[in-house]
């Protein structure tokens, strides 16, 4: 759908946007492997979330690249509604509702 949207009406907005994701995806990547992911979660929450236990690289979660990601993201979602996306689309763009009932009582 976005790249359909790209090449009819050329954006940087949309092109920032596809980045965001690109991004996205590359930190999603480079996440340690777990066989279960459950299990590091609620070994790390016993540990009350000390940042020496945390079974993920939290240096990467906080870097200022990654929330840049998320900002081109949503301005790549406003951008698509103004060109007609709908809204539940372009929202879905940016990822929210992903988790939308996943259990996070864990946190």
Same mark, same amino acid.
């Given at each position: 759908?976005l790249?359909?949207c790209v090449?009819? %009406? @050329? +954006?940087?907005a949309l092109?920032s946007?596809? &980045?965001?994701w690109?991004s996205?995806?590359?930190f999603i990547?480079?996440?340690q492997s ?7 979660l609620?070994?790390w929450?016993?540990k009350h979330f %000390? @940042? +020496? ?5 939290l240096? &990467?979660v906080?870097?200022?690249g990654l ?10 979602s406003?951008?698509m509604?103004?060109l ?8 879905r763009?940016t990822?929210?509702?992903m988790?939308?009932?996943?259990g996070?009582?864990?946190?």
């Open positions: 759908m790249r359909s090449r009819s %009406a @050329p +954006s940087s092109r946007g596809r &980045a965001g690109r996205e995806i590359q990547r480079q996440l777990s066989p279960d992911p459950c299990g590091s609620q070994a929450q016993r %000390a @940042p +020496s236990a945390s079974p993920v690289n240096d &990467a906080t870097d200022p929330n840049a990601a998320e900002d081109k993201i949503t301005i790549a406003r951008r509604q103004t007609g996306v709908s809204a539940g689309a372009a929202r763009f990822g929210d509702g988790f939308r009932g996943v996070l009582g864990l946190f």
